[in-house]
């Protein structure tokens, strides 16, 4: 057995019902082994997949091919704004210095790829000169909210003995309270200029984009002594597609077009707790 086919409903949804299981042995499918009953399973690849999966697309179902070799990672590389958190920080900030709608275009285009990277967050930056720092704890308190299983994901691959790393475009005061709060190991973003209170309108250089984050998930790889197929990247917009591409299991999540369009793992309908049914956890073994 070199695959699996990993089925894993929406949240509540029960969508693995007895008549998908059904359909699966119509389909020619083995016996499947249960993640989490109505929520996960998998099935050893199979020669009328395609067939299955087509009649699957209704559903609020996410389906990926898996293989098992070296399917558990040994490292975690996690993307924050819309991956680890629901918002994007830099959206956020735009909203709290009344100018909430031209900062979130610039951000959807530059996700979307439409945009240098760079480019887009220096535009974005300077947009926000003079708004007083404080209003990074207040977004914090008030405006955060993170995505669903994301602190089992972390704890559950910390006790498999996986490192974890959250790496982001956004910005150091919210990737060092996201990632304490959450459990992760590490964290590294960019850095906003503030002075006397205030931020200038400037980020600091080098600025973290598309190919730092490559760089990072190689950099940590390499302190680990581990490779990069060892390692499972998430992530949902363009600037996160090297590492996507680069890591063993590249995970886009909820992701724009072009990222779904080019990553080899897709979830849509599942939280974050669908990339340890990706690797083979059972619910039974979900750790925190």
Known sequence: MDSVLVLIAAPGSGAISANVIEMLRDFGGGQPRWLAEAEALEVPDFEARAGFVEALSVLPLDVNLV????????????????????????????????????????????MRGELDFEGALKERVKLLKDLDVRVIDTILRERISYMPGGQTLIATMKAGGAHTALVSGGFT????????????????????IVVDGVLTGEVGHPILGQQAKLDALRRIASR????????????????????????????????????????????NHGDLTALLYLQGYAKAEFAG
């Not at 309270?177 to 906003?192: M, S």
Request: glycine share 8%.
């Open 224 to 267: 680990l002594g581990i490779a990069t197929a060892d390692a499972l990247a998430v992530g949902d917009g363009a600037n996160d597609l090297a590492m996507l591409r680069e890591a063993g299991m590249g995970v886009a999540l909820h992701a724009k077009p072009q990222v779904q369009a080019e990553a080899r793992f897709r979830v």
């Open 67 to 110: 293989p098992v070799e070296n399917r558990r990672k040994r490292l975690l590389i996690a993307d924050m704004d819309s991956t680890m958190i629901e918002q994007e920080c830099i959206d956020e900030l735009g909203v709290m210095a009344g100018i909430g709608e031209p900062i979130k275009a610039i951000t959807a285009r530059a």
């Open 173 to 192: 005061p919210f990737t060092a309270r996201v990632a304490a709060d959450l459990g992760f190991d590490e964290n590294q973003a960019n850095e906003l």
